[in-house]
């Protein structure tokens, strides 16, 4: 957290990194949301057979890439030759899987705060949370917002915790339950997350009374916006981009 305890994320954040504009979780769409005036993305980080975190939100590799099968079977050296931008269009084809080393520093680069969301494979929650922790700690300067952690698997945001003590962190939900607040805080979170839909005036209400921040995935309709922004929400993930402002 920021001096103060002042949280230190906009309220508008790009899912994916470039939300509709660009493949998802390519360094492509990390451009694209700094170039539309987001300040911070959020990308979906797993491991490699091998270990080694990289940027995927399936468990498996066909959506998003021309590869097959469970992503964690692979070992970076597969993987990195595959095309993760071809499927969205032709212009972005040859688009490589990023290695998180990479989106890190393409962040920095771009001057972009992060969020980013564990997505471990069964079994992998611990290794992804300790993995991608450790890479924070080294690779993103002490004096720069570090980016914030956050995961549905309580062991991710755990392990993560550990290795980087001084990064934010998030547990998330589709629908919170009426502990949620006090499974975050067990964590050492700093804030929950839910599906939009899930959240209302009461539950904001109920996470801010325990100290919590309160941010809901994903939102593309200005209606909805307005809702939740009435209602006290802290931040929104929204793949429209190109629909909201997120410096107004």
Known sequence: MAAGGRWPYPFWIA???GGRLAPENTLAALRAGAARGYACA??????SADGLPFLLHDDTLERTTNGRGPAAARPWAELAGLDAGGWFDARHRGEPLPTLDAALEAALALGL???LELKPAAGDAA???AAV???VAERWPADRTPPLLSSFEPAAVAAAGAAIPAAPRA???EVPPADAPQAALALGCHAIGADHAALNAAAIARAHAAGLVVLAYTVDEPAEAQRLSAAGI???FTDAIDLFDPRG
């Open 15 to 17: 899912h994916r990194g």
């Open 42 to 47: 959020e990308l979906d980080v797993t491991l």
């Open 113 to 115: 705060l992060l969020n």
């Open 127 to 129: 290794r992804l949370g």
């Open 133 to 135: 922790g450790r890479r």
């Open 171 to 173: 547990l998330l939900f």
């Open 234 to 236: 802290d931040g929104l």
